[in-house]
């Protein structure tokens, strides 16, 4: 059964940084595109940033030079460090994983709960 569990969301000002994290298991980790998504009040849930197998990264525009996605394999845990926050970062941020190696779109197979952060301005 696949199972991702983030941590690490909570209250900041803005400007401040956050680290969110995500362990993943019943799949095979190191062979997993990787994701994170997030859903904010009264909107839809949306991209991110991923990250493949080999360690490529994307960015979505409001985060690049702010965000950074990174992964572990060893520890089976994909990380995002989430610099210079603003107010309209606030939101529920989820893991996610794709079965492929290499991430294909925003096309994820597998969801974690979601972790809160919000931003105060």
């Known amino acids: 059964q696949v199972r991702l569990a983030e941590s690490g969301g909570g209250s900041v000002e803005a400007g401040g940084s956050v680290r969110l994290s995500c362990t993943g298991s019943?799949?095979?980790?190191?062979?997993?595109?990787m994701g994170w998504f997030r859903q904010s009040i009264g909107k839809e849930r949306s991209g991110v940033a991923t990250?493949?197998?080999?360690?490529?990264?994307k960015y979505i525009d409001s985060v690049k030079g702010r965000f950074t996605i990174s992964r572990d394999d060893a520890k089976r845990t994909l990380y995002l460090l989430l610099h210079s926050l603003k107010p309209e970062d606030t939101a529920m941020y989820y893991c996610?994983?794709?079965?492929?190696?290499?991430?294909?779109?925003?096309?994820?197979?597998?969801w974690g709960q979601g972790t809160q952060v919000t931003v105060a301005a």
């Open positions: 990250i493949d197998s080999g360690g490529s990264t």
């Open positions: 996610a994983a794709a079965r492929l190696p290499y991430c294909v779109d925003w096309d994820f197979d597998y």
């Open positions: 019943g799949f095979t980790f190191m062979t997993a595109c």
